[in-house]
């Protein structure tokens, strides 16, 4: 009840709530001042969500723990009040005593609103503190460091990577070996930038770390194959993949159809379309199903549009606005307006509403065509 209250901002009503709740005896509880703090917090009420969480110690036996204040401090820097949360974190440093959780909290939140250069200056703190940072917290700043890092022009991209090199070195000069998650960021940079042969690299160098890659990891390297026009060398990954035990995700299928959909390359996309479905290797997305009605709807392989739409239909996955969209004007752009409009009903019969552009290009169509 305090969620739904605090959704629809009846913050008068919550207090109310969690005041008759104490006066019947009904002890609130610590989550139910989180969900309070959470929801003032979405609603840019930081200073009621502080004094929310000060007012637990009237009603919660033990008041406020380290771990609420953690969720307090999280909070704020998860909305963007990063300047806020680390405010607080100073202020009540003697009574909450600070550990590796908070500081990654922090350097999460500055790394958030893209300021590294503060998230580096909690890193540094740390040790002069008495505190270790662990690997999660270095894999948090190296995401920060990578995710938001402009990859052109190439001097930047150099910079990035050597930012995260140092960054590794330092892990390994404090006995912390990174990780999977460490090395699926990097692989993630690469991938974005377009270097295959650094991606390969780096999961060679991964696997020779002992450290076995997940799905994610060598989705992003498959990426990266593909959109540099390596579709062999990404098969060769996939293969790879399959006999290490890793199963592909729908996200790495589609990798291969979008790459053979700028070939117009329909062959294949229908092979591995067709292995996928007759092997059970996974479940195609939403995604899946519109990259290859999109393709095929322009390549006016409608036989094979309807086999894919029945697919999607029996998965019970879709269609979605999107597959419609897609389909309609498809079928507009090769005029076959009776197909057309059967669809555009069948969408408004479904309860999707099209989007203008769709009701104007049938329209206009329609009219055309007399």
Known sequence: MIDILGKVRQFDVAWQLIIEMDQQNVTPTATTFRILVRRLISAGFTRQAIRAFDDMECFVVKG????????????????????????????????????????????????????????????????????????????????????KSSLHPEERFERTLRAADDLFDEMRERGIEPDVTSYSIVLHVYSRAHKPELSLDKLRMMKDNGICPTVATYTSVVKCLCSCGRVEDAEELLNEMVSSGVSPSAATYNCFFKEYRGRKDPDSALKLYRKIRGDSLCAPSMHTYNILVGMFVRLNRMEIVQEIWDDMKASGAGPDLDSYTLLIHGLCEKQKWREACQFFVEMIEKGLLPLKVTFETLYRGLIQSG
């Open 64 to 147: 406020a723990s380290k771990d609420d204040f953690v969720f307090l401090i999280d909070t704020l820097c998860k909305y963007g009040y990063v300047k806020i949360a680390t405010d607080i974190f100073n202020k009540r440093r003697f009574q909450f005593e600070p550990d590796a959780k908070m500081y990654t909290v922090l350097i999460y939140g500055w790394c958030k609103i893209n300021r590294v250069d503060m998230a580096e200056r909690f890193l540094r703190e740390m040790p002069d503190r008495g505190i270790e940072p662990n690997v999660v917290t270095y894999n948090v700043l190296l995401n920060g460091i990578c995710r």
